[in-house]
């Protein structure tokens, strides 16, 4: 086993109880280049908590930096975008029958345009069951440090737009938020040479 295999099953054996709880955003392996057109997916890994409330409401929030975004349609869901005075956006799909059970995964894609200038964005989610509020805004703390847990309990989403395209791609491009660990993979068989 190299010493890189043994450092990434340490990491996930620090962040894996809350590997999936959290909202997560895909590209799919298509890089944000800024000023471009592309797709966001917001990926919701389950409902509001241990008592099986299905997911009926998502909110998702994007600065001003951002030129446009228009959620697809998903099917059992109504999407809507509104643009507020000072630019911001909020995209709200609302579940139009039983909404996402508990137990499920659901991907909201969203159409978009992205931000003029490189950079990391983040885009707070609120996620409700009913009543219930799972509010996916917490920054992501350097460290922990007095009163700031580390990792932040609710995490916000966050993307990160690129200058260009001429870029060297990361190890973890074509990612899927269902395999954010190497470990749940079957291990790969050395090459004999």
């Known amino acids: ?3 890189t295999t043994i450092a990434a099953a ?3 054996l620090g962040v894996a109880p809350g590997a999936n709880a959290h909202g997560t955003l895909n590209l799919y392996g298509k890089d944000a280049i800024a000023d471009k057109s592309g797709k966001l997916t917001l990926t919701i890994p389950h409902g509001c908590g241990p008592n099986g409330t299905s997911t009926t409401r998502i909110i998702l929030k994007l600065g001003s930096a951002w030129q446009a ?8 869901w109504k999407s809507s975008a509104k643009r507020a005075a000072n630019g911001q956006r909020t995209l709200t799909w609302i579940a ?3 909404g996402l059970p508990n137990a499920d995964q659901g991907d909201f894609p969203i159409t978009v345009r992205w931000p003029k200038k490189a950079g990391t964005y983040n885009t707070p989610t609120a996620q409700y069951c009913g009543s219930q509020l799972m509010d996916w805004k917490d920054p992501f703390n350097a460290a922990a440090d007095g009163d700031l847990p580390y990792p932040a309990t609710y995490p916000v989403p966050r993307v990160r737009v690129h200058a260009s395209a001429a870029r060297t ?10 395999s954010l660990c190497p470990l749940d993979q ?8």
């Open 1 to 3: 086993m190299s010493l």
């Open 10 to 12: 340490i990491a996930c």
């Open 69 to 76: 975004a228009k959620p697809a349609a998903v099917a059992g």
């Open 96 to 98: 139009t029958g039983g």
């Open 169 to 178: 791609p990361t190890a973890v491009t074509g990612s899927s938020p269902i």
């Open 186 to 193: 079957a291990p790969r068989q050395p090459r004999r040479s």
